[in-house]
Protein backbone atom coordinates (compact mmCIF):
# COMPACT_ATOMS: atom_id res chain seq x y z
CA UNK A 1 0.00 0.00 0.00
CA UNK A 2 1.17 3.38 -0.79
CA UNK A 3 2.44 5.22 2.25
CA UNK A 4 -0.33 8.24 1.89
CA UNK A 5 -3.00 5.44 1.96
CA UNK A 6 -1.52 4.10 4.78
CA UNK A 7 -1.89 7.58 6.68
CA UNK A 8 -5.28 7.92 5.52
CA UNK A 9 -6.07 4.55 6.64
CA UNK A 10 -4.42 4.86 10.02
CA UNK A 11 -6.80 8.39 10.07
CA UNK A 12 -9.69 6.94 9.71
CA UNK A 13 -9.21 4.39 12.66
CA UNK A 14 -8.14 7.05 14.88
CA UNK A 15 -11.42 9.21 14.05
CA UNK A 16 -13.32 6.17 14.47
CA UNK A 17 -12.12 5.15 18.00
CA UNK A 18 -12.13 8.78 19.37
CA UNK A 19 -15.89 9.00 18.61
CA UNK A 20 -16.27 4.96 19.63
CA UNK A 21 -14.69 5.83 23.00
CA UNK A 22 -16.32 8.98 23.40
CA UNK A 23 -20.37 7.98 23.20
CA UNK A 24 -19.00 4.84 25.33
CA UNK A 25 -18.64 7.61 27.91
CA UNK A 26 -22.06 8.65 27.43
CA UNK A 27 -23.36 5.47 28.09
CA UNK A 28 -22.48 6.32 32.02
CA UNK A 29 -22.53 10.06 32.08
CA UNK A 30 -26.06 12.14 32.29
CA UNK A 31 -25.13 15.55 33.32
CA UNK A 32 -22.41 16.89 31.50
CA UNK A 33 -22.53 18.28 27.92
CA UNK A 34 -19.94 17.39 25.58
CA UNK A 35 -17.27 19.65 24.99
CA UNK A 36 -16.10 19.41 21.17
CA UNK A 37 -13.31 21.81 19.87
CA UNK A 38 -12.04 21.50 16.28
CA UNK A 39 -8.83 23.28 16.17
CA UNK A 40 -6.14 23.83 12.88
CA UNK A 41 -2.88 25.42 13.59
CA UNK A 42 -1.62 28.90 12.84
CA UNK A 43 0.27 27.76 10.18
CA UNK A 44 -1.55 25.30 8.79
CA UNK A 45 0.79 22.24 9.45
CA UNK A 46 -1.77 20.35 12.01
CA UNK A 47 -5.39 19.85 13.40
CA UNK A 48 -7.21 17.88 15.68
CA UNK A 49 -10.28 17.52 17.65
CA UNK A 50 -10.58 17.89 21.50
CA UNK A 51 -13.92 15.76 23.13
CA UNK A 52 -14.14 16.35 27.08
CA UNK A 53 -15.93 15.96 29.70
CA UNK A 54 -16.18 18.04 32.89
CA UNK A 55 -17.68 17.98 35.85
CA UNK A 56 -20.15 15.53 34.91
CA UNK A 57 -21.97 13.03 37.15
CA UNK A 58 -19.90 10.22 36.27
CA UNK A 59 -17.01 11.75 35.45
CA UNK A 60 -14.69 14.29 37.21
CA UNK A 61 -12.86 15.08 33.59
CA UNK A 62 -12.30 13.13 30.83
CA UNK A 63 -11.02 13.44 27.30
CA UNK A 64 -9.66 11.75 23.74
CA UNK A 65 -7.97 14.00 21.58
CA UNK A 66 -7.11 13.60 18.04
CA UNK A 67 -4.13 15.66 17.04
CA UNK A 68 -1.98 15.60 13.52
CA UNK A 69 0.81 17.71 13.36
CA UNK A 70 3.81 18.36 11.21
CA UNK A 71 6.62 19.72 12.96
CA UNK A 72 10.03 20.44 11.58
CA UNK A 73 12.81 17.63 13.03
CA UNK A 74 14.41 19.60 15.99
CA UNK A 75 18.06 18.31 17.56
CA UNK A 76 15.51 17.17 20.95
CA UNK A 77 13.33 15.44 18.65
CA UNK A 78 15.92 13.51 16.91
CA UNK A 79 17.92 12.94 19.62
CA UNK A 80 14.94 11.39 21.51
CA UNK A 81 13.54 9.49 18.62
CA UNK A 82 17.19 8.17 18.31
CA UNK A 83 17.65 6.60 21.21
CA UNK A 84 14.51 4.46 21.51
CA UNK A 85 15.02 3.15 18.01
CA UNK A 86 17.09 0.06 17.14
CA UNK A 87 20.03 0.58 15.42
CA UNK A 88 20.00 -0.06 11.78
CA UNK A 89 16.42 2.08 11.44
CA UNK A 90 16.53 4.28 8.36
CA UNK A 91 16.88 7.17 10.99
CA UNK A 92 20.62 6.49 9.80
CA UNK A 93 19.58 8.01 6.84
CA UNK A 94 19.43 11.76 7.86
CA UNK A 95 21.77 14.47 7.70
CA UNK A 96 22.65 15.60 10.98
CA UNK A 97 24.31 18.88 9.77
CA UNK A 98 20.87 19.62 7.66
CA UNK A 99 17.86 18.55 10.10
CA UNK A 100 15.97 21.62 8.87
CA UNK A 101 14.93 19.65 5.53
CA UNK A 102 13.14 16.80 7.23
CA UNK A 103 9.84 16.75 8.88
CA UNK A 104 8.15 15.09 11.50
CA UNK A 105 4.14 14.03 11.24
CA UNK A 106 2.52 12.79 14.06
CA UNK A 107 -0.76 11.14 14.22
CA UNK A 108 -2.61 9.31 16.87
CA UNK A 109 -5.49 9.42 19.30
CA UNK A 110 -4.70 9.74 23.27
CA UNK A 111 -7.26 10.10 26.26
CA UNK A 112 -7.38 9.83 29.96
CA UNK A 113 -10.01 9.12 31.75
CA UNK A 114 -11.12 10.34 35.61
CA UNK A 115 -14.22 8.78 37.28
CA UNK A 116 -16.01 10.00 40.15
CA UNK A 117 -15.96 7.20 41.90
CA UNK A 118 -13.72 6.13 44.14
CA UNK A 119 -13.63 2.45 42.74
CA UNK A 120 -14.23 3.12 39.21
CA UNK A 121 -10.21 3.13 37.88
CA UNK A 122 -8.76 5.76 35.94
CA UNK A 123 -7.43 4.76 32.33
CA UNK A 124 -5.16 5.76 29.52
CA UNK A 125 -4.31 5.29 26.02
CA UNK A 126 -2.42 6.25 23.02
CA UNK A 127 -2.43 4.72 19.27
CA UNK A 128 -0.33 6.82 16.96
CA UNK A 129 2.15 6.51 14.09
CA UNK A 130 5.08 8.52 13.58
CA UNK A 131 6.78 9.25 9.76
CA UNK A 132 9.72 11.39 9.24
CA UNK A 133 9.90 13.02 5.85
CA UNK A 134 12.22 15.00 3.48
CA UNK A 135 10.36 18.23 3.32
CA UNK A 136 10.85 19.27 -0.06
CA UNK A 137 10.06 15.86 -1.86
CA UNK A 138 7.55 14.02 0.55
CA UNK A 139 10.06 11.16 0.82
CA UNK A 140 9.54 8.55 3.40
CA UNK A 141 12.66 8.30 5.46
CA UNK A 142 11.44 6.41 8.58
CA UNK A 143 7.91 5.40 9.99
CA UNK A 144 6.62 3.34 13.27
CA UNK A 145 3.75 2.91 15.65
CA UNK A 146 3.72 3.65 18.84
CA UNK A 147 0.98 3.51 22.02
CA UNK A 148 -0.50 1.38 24.27
CA UNK A 149 -3.14 1.59 27.11
CA UNK A 150 -3.08 1.40 31.02
CA UNK A 151 -4.96 1.38 34.65
CA UNK A 152 -4.87 3.25 37.23
CA UNK A 153 -6.75 2.11 40.35
CA UNK A 154 -7.58 4.15 43.09
CA UNK A 155 -8.86 0.39 44.60
CA UNK A 156 -7.12 -2.66 43.74
CA UNK A 157 -9.63 -5.23 42.66
CA UNK A 158 -7.43 -7.80 41.90
CA UNK A 159 -10.35 -9.66 39.31
CA UNK A 160 -10.28 -6.67 37.48
CA UNK A 161 -6.59 -6.05 36.87
CA UNK A 162 -6.26 -9.98 35.59
CA UNK A 163 -9.51 -9.18 33.74
CA UNK A 164 -8.40 -6.39 31.84
CA UNK A 165 -4.35 -8.26 31.10
CA UNK A 166 -6.09 -10.68 29.83
CA UNK A 167 -8.14 -9.32 27.37
CA UNK A 168 -5.29 -7.21 26.23
CA UNK A 169 -2.62 -9.67 26.45
CA UNK A 170 -5.53 -12.07 24.20
CA UNK A 171 -5.55 -9.28 21.77
CA UNK A 172 -2.22 -9.41 21.02
CA UNK A 173 -1.93 -13.19 20.37
CA UNK A 174 -4.93 -12.76 17.81
CA UNK A 175 -2.61 -10.74 15.85
CA UNK A 176 0.74 -12.69 16.52
CA UNK A 177 0.00 -16.10 17.33
CA UNK A 178 1.91 -16.07 21.14
CA UNK A 179 1.80 -13.41 24.17
CA UNK A 180 5.95 -12.39 23.77
CA UNK A 181 5.03 -9.16 22.11
CA UNK A 182 2.57 -9.06 25.46
CA UNK A 183 4.91 -9.80 27.86
CA UNK A 184 7.64 -7.29 26.55
CA UNK A 185 4.89 -4.70 26.30
CA UNK A 186 4.15 -5.13 29.57
CA UNK A 187 7.19 -4.90 31.26
CA UNK A 188 7.93 -1.82 29.32
CA UNK A 189 4.44 -0.23 30.70
CA UNK A 190 5.88 -1.31 34.12
CA UNK A 191 9.30 0.47 33.76
CA UNK A 192 7.92 3.66 32.20
CA UNK A 193 5.07 4.74 34.09
CA UNK A 194 7.23 5.19 37.59
CA UNK A 195 7.02 7.70 39.56
CA UNK A 196 11.18 7.42 39.89
CA UNK A 197 11.66 9.71 42.68
CA UNK A 198 9.07 7.81 44.54
CA UNK A 199 10.03 4.81 43.32
CA UNK A 200 6.47 3.95 43.13
CA UNK A 201 3.98 3.11 39.66
CA UNK A 202 1.72 5.16 39.12
CA UNK A 203 -1.07 2.25 38.00
CA UNK A 204 -0.98 -1.32 37.31
CA UNK A 205 0.29 -1.15 34.09
CA UNK A 206 -1.00 -2.45 31.08
CA UNK A 207 1.86 -2.62 27.93
CA UNK A 208 3.45 0.31 26.71
CA UNK A 209 5.14 0.25 23.53
CA UNK A 210 7.27 3.54 22.02
CA UNK A 211 8.25 2.47 18.44
CA UNK A 212 7.41 -0.87 16.95
CA UNK A 213 6.65 -2.09 13.33
CA UNK A 214 5.55 -5.86 12.14
CA UNK A 215 6.15 -7.43 8.97
CA UNK A 216 3.33 -5.04 7.21
CA UNK A 217 1.47 -1.87 7.57
CA UNK A 218 -1.81 -3.76 7.72
CA UNK A 219 -0.28 -6.11 10.75
CA UNK A 220 0.86 -3.01 12.54
CA UNK A 221 -2.55 -1.51 12.31
CA UNK A 222 -4.38 -4.65 13.14
CA UNK A 223 -1.93 -4.46 16.17
CA UNK A 224 -3.29 -1.12 17.48
CA UNK A 225 -6.78 -1.77 16.52
CA UNK A 226 -6.33 -5.52 18.65
CA UNK A 227 -5.34 -3.28 21.94
CA UNK A 228 -7.19 -0.18 21.58
CA UNK A 229 -10.62 -2.18 21.55
CA UNK A 230 -9.20 -4.25 24.38
CA UNK A 231 -8.92 -1.38 26.32
CA UNK A 232 -12.13 0.38 25.80
CA UNK A 233 -14.41 -2.92 26.07
CA UNK A 234 -12.64 -4.04 29.29
CA UNK A 235 -12.75 -0.23 30.51
CA UNK A 236 -16.58 -0.29 29.82
CA UNK A 237 -16.94 -3.44 31.37
CA UNK A 238 -15.42 -2.71 34.36
CA UNK A 239 -16.95 0.65 35.11
CA UNK A 240 -20.16 -1.30 34.82
CA UNK A 241 -18.95 -3.82 37.60
CA UNK A 242 -17.81 -1.11 40.17
CA UNK A 243 -19.85 2.07 39.12
CA UNK A 244 -22.46 1.39 41.61
CA UNK A 245 -19.94 1.08 44.58
CA UNK A 246 -20.67 3.27 47.73
CA UNK A 247 -18.07 5.46 48.66
CA UNK A 248 -17.45 8.02 51.43
CA UNK A 249 -15.30 11.11 52.09
CA UNK A 250 -12.23 9.44 53.26
CA UNK A 251 -12.46 7.40 50.19
CA UNK A 252 -12.92 10.29 47.98
CA UNK A 253 -9.78 11.77 49.85
CA UNK A 254 -7.73 9.23 48.65
CA UNK A 255 -8.78 9.33 45.44
CA UNK A 256 -7.43 13.01 45.23
CA UNK A 257 -4.70 11.60 46.91
CA UNK A 258 -3.60 9.31 43.91
CA UNK A 259 -4.66 11.67 41.57
CA UNK A 260 -1.89 13.55 42.48
CA UNK A 261 0.91 10.77 42.05
CA UNK A 262 -1.00 11.15 38.67
CA UNK A 263 -0.25 14.49 38.26
CA UNK A 264 3.49 14.12 39.35
CA UNK A 265 4.17 11.74 36.59
CA UNK A 266 2.25 13.53 33.57
CA UNK A 267 4.30 16.49 34.39
CA UNK A 268 7.95 15.46 35.49
CA UNK A 269 8.29 12.20 33.51
CA UNK A 270 5.49 11.85 30.68
CA UNK A 271 7.80 11.91 27.07
CA UNK A 272 4.58 12.59 25.68
CA UNK A 273 3.89 15.57 27.68
CA UNK A 274 7.38 16.89 27.22
CA UNK A 275 6.86 16.48 23.18
CA UNK A 276 3.66 18.42 22.98
CA UNK A 277 5.67 21.20 25.00
CA UNK A 278 8.86 21.12 22.80
CA UNK A 279 6.27 21.04 19.96
CA UNK A 280 6.35 25.24 18.41
CA UNK A 281 2.91 26.68 19.33
CA UNK A 282 1.78 23.88 21.45
CA UNK A 283 -2.01 23.63 22.01
CA UNK A 284 -1.47 23.74 26.04
CA UNK A 285 -5.08 22.55 27.26
CA UNK A 286 -5.13 19.86 25.15
CA UNK A 287 -1.71 18.82 26.36
CA UNK A 288 -2.23 19.28 30.06
CA UNK A 289 -6.14 17.48 29.37
CA UNK A 290 -4.39 14.50 30.93
CA UNK A 291 -4.80 16.10 34.26
CA UNK A 292 -6.92 15.68 37.07
CA UNK A 293 -9.97 18.69 38.07
CA UNK A 294 -8.74 17.95 41.42
CA UNK A 295 -5.65 16.45 43.36
CA UNK A 296 -4.44 16.10 46.81
CA UNK A 297 -1.08 16.58 48.01
CA UNK A 298 -0.84 15.73 52.55
CA UNK A 299 2.32 16.51 53.55
CA UNK A 300 4.49 12.81 54.40
CA UNK A 301 1.10 10.77 54.43
CA UNK A 302 1.08 6.99 54.57
CA UNK A 303 -2.15 5.13 54.66
CA UNK A 304 -2.62 2.97 58.01
CA UNK A 305 -0.93 -0.73 57.34
CA UNK A 306 -3.53 -3.58 56.86
CA UNK A 307 -5.89 -1.21 55.08
CA UNK A 308 -7.28 -1.23 51.17
CA UNK A 309 -4.95 1.85 50.51
CA UNK A 310 -1.97 0.68 52.01
CA UNK A 311 -2.23 -3.12 49.66
CA UNK A 312 -2.59 -1.20 46.52
CA UNK A 313 0.37 1.25 47.43
CA UNK A 314 2.29 -2.24 47.78
CA UNK A 315 1.30 -3.47 44.55
CA UNK A 316 2.51 -0.02 43.62
CA UNK A 317 5.67 -0.81 44.41
CA UNK A 318 6.32 -3.96 42.77
CA UNK A 319 5.04 -4.72 39.60
CA UNK A 320 2.72 -7.95 39.87
CA UNK A 321 2.09 -10.39 36.42
CA UNK A 322 -1.52 -10.65 36.50
CA UNK A 323 -1.92 -13.32 33.68
Not at 29 to 57: F, M, Y
Not at 170 to 194: H, M, N, P, S, W
Not at 255 to 272: C, K, P, T, W
Request: charged share 30%; aromatic share 14%.
Amino acid sequence: MDPNQNEDVFSAFVDEYQKNFFDMLFRFESKAEPIKEAWTREDGRGHGLTCVIQDGNFFEKAGVNVSRITIPLSQGIYQQMKGRRVPGSNLDQIDMNNLAQYDTYANGVSLVIHPINPFCPTVHANFRTIRIKERETGKLIDSWFGGGSDLTPIYLFDEDAKFYHQNIRDAIVEVTGDDKLYRQYKKECDEYFVNHHRKEARGIGGVFYDDFNLESFEKGLKFQKGVAYANLNSYEAILNKRKDTPYNDENVRWRSFRRGRYAEFNLIHDRGTKFGLMTPDARIESILMSLPLTARWEYNYHPKEGTEEARIVGVLLKPVEWV
